[in-house]
């Protein structure tokens, strides 16, 4: 196969403007990266996050997409770990320097000089994209590649949000009914907790869909459930939702924000923390994490639900994910393979 110098992505220029379809020259791999056809690229609450300027710095022009599902079409010279025709995945995690005291004690997630997919580095919004060999994954048999994408953001970081709730006890809350919760929901169940499930008042739509999935409750996120909760995981980035899930967690609760960015968290009184509850954040993932997680996956079995997009609608995917028109995760797909 011959391989063209252009190729096609959708390029943000500056935050705050949409996504441009543009022809750019394909990128070289260099030692330790692998250069991979994107077939599809899950679309995060993220990405979004980037393109409104909510989170600093980006590289600029950049192409997004931190979900990235690809066959290795060239490799790197010092690469061992994938050859041509591998199928992999790419996820946010894109390099860590490995000598900072966070990296030296096993919480790579927290590198003091990280590189993001799709952030400060390209991602997958695109025909081609490189990877380092060293943080991208195999991926298991029994998905097709948009089912797989959203396994490597909304998958892994819903798995580490869920690693740090689950010890809490078995009534788990989970706010913010979108990609990462519809994986996280099944691992839970799989491991015997009860969900339940919190949405937009007046989103009856996922909140059904939570049901289907098997949430013992659903309602909105200004009810309390019938039962006070353990865990909570906040995946939807409103500040208000830390107080609302604290005033439904029984004494010694945890609280996990699982995304990014948030707005601000208003005041709360001191009593709903007390009683021993928690309210952490969860930053990243380690490959560790992503390791675990997608050998668990297929185990459950994990199923993800996708609403597909050709590349050139990047646009509209994320202002469907925007306004809450997407149920499950939507995916980018490259002409002719999903
Ligand atoms: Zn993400
Ligand atoms: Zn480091």
């Not at 070289?28 to 993220?46: D, F, K, N, W, Y």
């Not at 997680?293 to 996708?306: D, G, N, Q, S, Y």
């Amino acid at each position: 196969m011959t391989k063209p110098k252009t190729m096609r992505a959708m390029v943000l220029e500056q935050p705050g403007r949409p996504l441009k379809w543009l022809e750019v020259p394909i990128p070289q791999p260099g030692p330790e990266q692998v250069l991979i056809r994107v077939h599809a690229c899950g679309v995060c609450r993220t990405d979004l996050h980037v393109v409104d300027g909510d989170l600093p710095h980006p590289k600029l022009p950049l192409i997004l997409g931190h979900e990235i599902v690809g066959t290795v079409v060239e490799t790197g010279s010092r690469v061992r770990q994938f050859q041509v025709g591998q199928r992999l995945g790419v996820p946010w995690l894109g390099y860590t320097d490995g000598t900072c005291r966070y990296c030296r004690r096993g919480q790579e997630n927290l590198c003091d000089n990280p590189r993001f997919t799709g952030y400060t580095l390209d991602g997958g919004y695109a025909e081609y994209a490189v990877a380092d060999q060293r943080y991208s994954f195999p991926l298991p048999p029994g998905y097709t590649d948009a089912e797989a994408a959203p396994l490597l953001c909304a998958g892994l970081i819903g798995y580490r949000s869920y690693r740090m709730a689950k010890e809490a006890g078995a009534r788990l809350g989970i706010y913010g009914f979108g990609a990462a919760a519809h994986i996280t929901i099944q691992i839970a169940l799989f491991q015997g907790k009860q969900v339940y499930a919190f949405t937009r008042a007046g989103d009856t739509e996922s909140q059904e869909f939570a049901r289907r999935l098997g949430a013992v409750w659903a309602g909105s996120s200004d009810e309390l459930p019938p039962e006070e909760l353990d865990a909570a995981i906040i995946f939807a980035p409103v500040g208000p939702l830390i107080p609302a899930a604290l005033r439904a967690s029984a004494k010694g609760g945890v609280v996990v924000s699982g995304g990014i960015h948030m707005s601000d968290i208003p005041a709360f009184p001191y009593d709903i923390l007390w009683g021993e509850r928690v309210v952490r954040s969860v930053a990243n993932l380690t490959r560790a994490d992503g390791e675990e997680f997608l050998e668990i996956a297929p185990r459950v079995p994990v199923k993800t639900e996708v609403q597909t997009f050709p590349l050139e609608a990047a646009n509209e995917a994320l202002e469907r994910l925007r306004h809450g028109q997407i149920q499950g995760a939507a995916v980018l797909v490259t002409e002719g393979k999903q």
